[in-house]
């Protein structure tokens, strides 16, 4: 069975530092990506989604994350956070022809001003 | 639009009460998931419904049961709640499910939190 592993499970960042977030999933061909963010008591909100095409793709918030077939990948990257930005992240893969996204165990993201 | 409405917000339950829980997709979508979330197994995948009928199940026990009317909207039932079962209730709609179109984005609810006591 399809499954994500997110490697960070806490985050702490200053301001305008820079951000990877690791995340691989276990099954390999055709996948659909996607990370989604959650600030605190809100909604889970898409960032970002990998269907097919350019392995890197950019969403909202300056967010970007690039899909690395070989590695199983998808990590999620932003060049400079913002304070704002703090908010647990999640990677989710869609689990074949059903409408089920598997989530990873989330990484929460604490920024600093 | 309006987003994925889910109702109630906050619901506190005793022991071996059952609970209902709705939700209200975005207009026009007719896909309707639903995830549990707990700080200690994250997010994990309840069931989704497309046209009125259950096309997925995670791995929850059979206390677990949902529907979906004609409406697209959506009800999940708790029957003999336990303690366990405390969580963050949350439902995602689409526009179709993921096999049929494919690519289809999920939109989420800000979920409903039940505890049980």
């Known amino acids: 069975a399809q499954s994500v592993s997110q490697h960070n499970h806490h985050v702490i960042l200053s301001e305008a530092a820079s951000l990877e977030l690791g995340c691989n999933y276990s099954?390999?061909?055709?996948?659909?990506l996607f990370w989604y963010v959650q600030y605190p008591g809100q909604h889970l909100q898409l960032l970002l989604k990998y269907f097919s095409g350019d392995p890197l793709v950019k969403g909202i918030k300056g967010f970007e994350a690039e899909f690395i077939k070989s590695k199983f990948s998808f990590n999620l990257r932003k060049p400079s956070v913002q304070w704002s930005d703090t908010a647990e992240y999640f990677c989710?893969?869609?689990?074949?022809?059903?409408?089920?996204?598997?989530f990873g165990a989330g990484t929460r993201l604490a920024v600093h001003p | 639009k309006a987003g994925v409405t889910q109702t109630p917000r906050y619901l506190i339950k005793t022991r071996g009460q059952q609970v209902t829980l709705s939700c209200s997709p975005i207009?026009?979508?007719?896909?309707v998931s639903w995830y549990q979330q707990t700080p200690g197994q994250g997010l994990q995948f309840l069931f989704e419904y497309f046209s009125e009928t259950q096309r997925n199940k995670g791995n929850f026990p059979g206390r677990f049961s949902g529907r979906q009317f004609s409406n697209s909207r959506s009800e999940m039932n708790v029957s003999t709640l336990e303690l366990g079962d405390s969580a963050l209730y949350l439902c995602?709609?689409?526009?179709?499910?993921?096999?049929?179109?494919?690519?289809?984005?999920?939109?989420f609810g800000q979920g409903t939190r039940l505890t049980v006591v």
């Open positions: 099954y390999g061909g055709t996948v659909n």
């Open positions: 995602a709609s689409s526009l179709m499910p993921g096999g049929i179109v494919g690519n289809t984005e999920a939109f």
């Open positions: 989710a893969v869609l689990d074949g022809g059903y409408n089920k996204l598997i």
């Open positions: 207009s026009g979508h007719r896909s």
